[in-house]
């Protein structure tokens, strides 16, 4: 799978448009966004987020099959 520095991307979490460039990251061909993708690190399991975010990995996980 190729990915382009600075093709932009539409992030799995909030739907914000962004790229490689401005800190997002890939996770199997799905896009998270470098705000995003802080909250996933800084997050513990009884965060309020928690259900959130694991639901939205959980959505990349179902992707895998296409
Ligand atoms: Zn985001």
């Known amino acids: 799978m190729k990915v382009l520095?600075?093709?932009?991307?539409?992030?799995?979490?909030?739907?914000?448009?962004?790229?490689?460039?401005?800190?997002?990251?890939?996770?199997?061909?799905k896009f998270i966004c470098s705000k995003c993708e802080q909250k996933i690190v800084q997050l513990s399991c009884d965060a309020q987020d928690y259900t959130y975010y694991v639901n939205g990995l959980k959505k990349i996980w179902c992707c895998l099959g296409d």
């Open 5 to 29: 520095l600075n093709q932009a991307a539409r992030c799995i979490y909030c739907q914000s448009l962004g790229s490689i460039k401005n800190g997002g990251i890939f996770i199997l061909g």
